[in-house]
Protein backbone atom coordinates (compact mmCIF):
# COMPACT_ATOMS: atom_id res chain seq x y z
CA UNK A 1 0.00 0.00 0.00
CA UNK A 2 1.40 3.10 -0.72
CA UNK A 3 2.17 5.32 1.46
CA UNK A 4 1.96 9.40 1.31
CA UNK A 5 2.60 13.28 3.06
CA UNK A 6 0.66 16.08 2.28
CA UNK A 7 2.76 19.30 3.14
CA UNK A 8 3.29 22.74 2.29
CA UNK A 9 6.91 23.49 0.80
CA UNK A 10 9.02 26.06 2.59
CA UNK A 11 10.67 28.46 0.06
CA UNK A 12 14.22 27.55 -1.05
CA UNK A 13 17.12 29.59 0.03
CA UNK A 14 17.56 30.65 -3.67
CA UNK A 15 14.37 32.40 -3.43
CA UNK A 16 13.48 35.82 -2.48
CA UNK A 17 9.87 35.47 -2.85
CA UNK A 18 7.37 32.75 -2.11
CA UNK A 19 7.00 31.22 -5.49
CA UNK A 20 5.58 27.22 -5.44
CA UNK A 21 4.74 27.59 -1.63
CA UNK A 22 1.34 28.77 -1.79
CA UNK A 23 -0.10 25.16 -3.10
CA UNK A 24 0.29 21.96 -1.04
CA UNK A 25 1.87 18.92 -1.81
CA UNK A 26 1.21 15.07 -2.28
CA UNK A 27 4.51 13.17 -2.27
CA UNK A 28 4.40 9.51 -2.11
CA UNK A 29 6.70 7.96 0.66
CA UNK A 30 9.72 5.63 -0.75
CA UNK A 31 8.59 1.85 -1.53
CA UNK A 32 12.39 0.47 -2.19
CA UNK A 33 15.90 1.42 -1.28
CA UNK A 34 17.50 3.93 -4.07
CA UNK A 35 20.84 1.78 -5.30
CA UNK A 36 23.79 2.49 -7.74
CA UNK A 37 23.00 1.46 -11.25
CA UNK A 38 26.53 -0.96 -11.40
CA UNK A 39 26.99 -0.33 -15.23
CA UNK A 40 26.55 3.77 -14.87
CA UNK A 41 26.98 4.04 -11.44
CA UNK A 42 24.10 6.46 -11.52
CA UNK A 43 21.41 5.92 -8.53
CA UNK A 44 17.88 4.88 -8.72
CA UNK A 45 15.00 2.51 -8.18
CA UNK A 46 12.19 0.97 -9.92
CA UNK A 47 9.83 2.94 -7.60
CA UNK A 48 8.14 5.35 -10.08
CA UNK A 49 5.58 7.02 -7.52
CA UNK A 50 8.60 8.63 -6.32
CA UNK A 51 9.19 10.52 -8.99
CA UNK A 52 5.23 11.86 -8.61
CA UNK A 53 4.17 15.32 -6.75
CA UNK A 54 0.67 16.16 -7.10
CA UNK A 55 -0.17 19.74 -6.13
CA UNK A 56 -3.47 21.26 -4.94
CA UNK A 57 -5.27 24.82 -3.67
CA UNK A 58 -5.83 23.38 -0.30
CA UNK A 59 -5.25 20.75 2.33
CA UNK A 60 -8.76 19.56 2.34
CA UNK A 61 -8.51 18.98 -1.51
CA UNK A 62 -5.18 16.80 -0.89
CA UNK A 63 -6.77 14.67 1.87
CA UNK A 64 -9.53 14.08 -0.24
CA UNK A 65 -7.94 12.71 -3.06
CA UNK A 66 -6.10 10.48 -0.97
CA UNK A 67 -8.84 8.94 0.60
CA UNK A 68 -10.72 8.39 -2.71
CA UNK A 69 -7.66 6.40 -4.44
CA UNK A 70 -7.00 4.60 -1.15
CA UNK A 71 -3.70 5.98 -0.10
CA UNK A 72 -2.74 5.83 3.67
CA UNK A 73 -1.51 9.70 4.52
CA UNK A 74 0.18 11.89 7.14
CA UNK A 75 -0.56 15.99 6.88
CA UNK A 76 2.10 18.09 8.33
CA UNK A 77 1.39 21.78 8.79
CA UNK A 78 3.34 24.48 8.19
CA UNK A 79 5.34 26.12 10.42
CA UNK A 80 4.51 29.49 10.68
CA UNK A 81 5.98 32.48 9.06
CA UNK A 82 8.61 34.33 10.81
CA UNK A 83 8.52 38.11 9.47
CA UNK A 84 11.85 40.25 10.69
CA UNK A 85 11.72 43.70 9.80
CA UNK A 86 13.90 44.88 8.19
CA UNK A 87 15.53 48.35 6.84
CA UNK A 88 18.15 49.71 4.71
CA UNK A 89 19.11 52.00 7.23
CA UNK A 90 19.85 49.47 10.11
CA UNK A 91 22.83 47.81 7.57
CA UNK A 92 24.64 50.95 8.85
CA UNK A 93 23.29 51.59 12.33
CA UNK A 94 26.22 52.49 14.91
CA UNK A 95 25.10 49.81 17.26
CA UNK A 96 25.61 47.10 14.66
CA UNK A 97 29.41 48.03 14.01
CA UNK A 98 30.33 48.55 17.79
Do not use: H
Not at 23 to 34: I, T
Not at 45 to 66: H, K, M, P, V
Not at 84 to 98: C, I
Amino acid sequence: MAKARIFKPAKTAMQSGRANTRKWVLEYEPQERREADPLVGWVGSGDTLGQLRLRFETCEEAIAYAEREGIAYAVEAPKPRRLVPNNYSDNFAASKWS
